[in-house]
């Protein structure tokens, strides 16, 4: 009897100790666990903050810095290549005016019109034409909408920098008016095409946030009214005169620009 008292009473004993164990197993768990959802119950808030005092110092930088507006008056050549280039003759100079709004250093958006006139004359006769029609006026007004995306050359060298390379891109409507000057009675041929612009250009600061001096390049690609058009067609097989008048458009502009 007294054997299995002592095996009963050493049983308790250890099942205490094992109790005991365990539960403070579970404290220290418990612990653990109420410290990691302490130190941070957003397992991305650093990352947050960060990334909104970032954004916040670009913001002071571009108010501080960057221009919102400016306003452009430019000069500069207008031609074409295909059968429409080779039967133009372009009067330089071309005009432009345009409005660009900045919302940050690297983009900008912007809205303008540019106007150019041409001439050509024939002294033949064509499908279009029995009487030779002459000397023949042409003027093409395009409106625009466009985008430019600015290059980030902060570590390139300090004349790259300051030219402020760009790529735009444009959205057009050329509309051409065509006058047959030698022939009165012919009715003036008019009408207008969609059209496409890409290119690039820089500008060159006078002085930073205020003035600028504007270059710019473009390639345009226009579905013309009279861009199939027979009326240039040789009357006869081999004579002179033009199938149709496609060709793309090229322009180089200068312009004076004023930011604020």
Not at 29 to 54: A, H, K, P, R, T
Not at 102 to 129: A, I, T
Request: glycine letters at 10%.
């Amino acid at each position: 009897m007294k054997l299995f008292f002592t095996l009963f009473f050493n049983l308790l004993f250890l099942a205490h100790l094992a109790l005991m164990t365990a539960h403070g197993q579970e404290q220290d768990f418990g612990e653990v666990d109420d410290d990691d959802l302490g130190s941070g119950q957003d397992i991305f808030s650093d990352f947050n903050e960060d990334l909104e005092n970032n954004q916040v110092m670009e913001d002071e930088r571009f108010y501080r810095y960057g221009r919102f507006f400016s306003f452009q008056v430019g000069v500069g050549m207008t031609a074409f290549n295909g059968n429409r280039g080779t039967a133009y003759d372009n009067d330089h100079p071309s005009y432009g005016l345009g409005i660009n709004y900045f919302p940050n250093f690297q983009d900008s958006f912007g809205l303008g019109f540019e106007f150019s006139k041409h001439h050509m004359f024939q002294d033949y006769k064509s499908v279009g034409f029995k009487n030779k029609p002459g000397f023949i006026d042409v003027s093409m007004l395009r409106v625009y909408f466009s985008y430019r995306y600015y290059i980030d050359t902060s570590n390139l060298g300090t004349a790259i920098t300051f030219s402020n390379p760009y790529f735009t891109l444009r959205m057009e409507y050329w509309y051409s008016t065509v006058k047959y000057i030698d022939q009165s009675s012919e009715p003036n041929d008019t009408g207008g095409g969609l059209g496409f612009g890409f290119g690039g250009g820089f500008e060159f600061p006078i002085k930073l946030r205020e003035s600028y001096i504007n270059t710019q390049l473009l390639i345009h690609n226009v579905n013309f009214h009279d861009k199939h058009t027979q009326k240039y067609k040789a009357d006869t097989p081999g004579g002179p005169g033009y199938d149709d008048m496609t060709g793309n458009a090229f322009s180089l502009m200068v312009a004076y620009v004023m930011s604020w």
